[in-house]
């Protein structure tokens, strides 16, 4: 079992920056793919960005390639999105992954708010 929770979400304008950390607990962080995934009011869950077990790898959604950087520390349990350039577009609830695949989808956390404002 593992559990998830995510901080770092907020309201920031638009052009601006923020990252979310995902700190994780539970067995073996270190074996699973992260990811991040985003809903946004009245849309599906969306994928945003993964990496490997080892960080050597990493997966973005074309939306946000260029602009966003997914890492981890395997060390600290922790895996984090560094967001740049800002959208309004991208607000949404952000969600934390952990799975087997580049699309990780066996456990989750309970999201954090991302605001962008114009």
């Known amino acids: 079992q593992v559990q998830l929770v995510e901080s770092g979400g907020g309201l920031v304008q638009a052009g601006g920056s923020l990252r979310l950390s995902c700190a994780a607990s539970?067995?073996?962080?270190?074996?699973?793919?992260m990811g991040w995934f985003r809903q946004a009011p009245g849309k599906e869950r969306e994928f945003v960005a993964a990496?490997?077990?080892?960080?050597?790898?990493?997966s973005y959604a074309d939306s946000v390639k260029g602009r966003f950087t997914i890492s981890r520390d395997n060390a600290k349990n922790t895996v984090y999105l560094q967001m740049n350039s800002l959208k309004p577009e991208d607000t949404a609830v952000y969600y934390c992954?952990?799975?087997?695949?580049?699309?990780?989808?066996?456990?989750w956390g309970q999201g954090t708010q991302v605001t962008v404002s114009s």
């Open positions: 539970g067995r073996a962080f270190g074996a699973y793919a």
């Open positions: 990496i490997n077990w080892s960080g050597g790898t990493t």
């Open positions: 992954a952990a799975g087997i695949s580049l699309r990780p989808n066996h456990y």
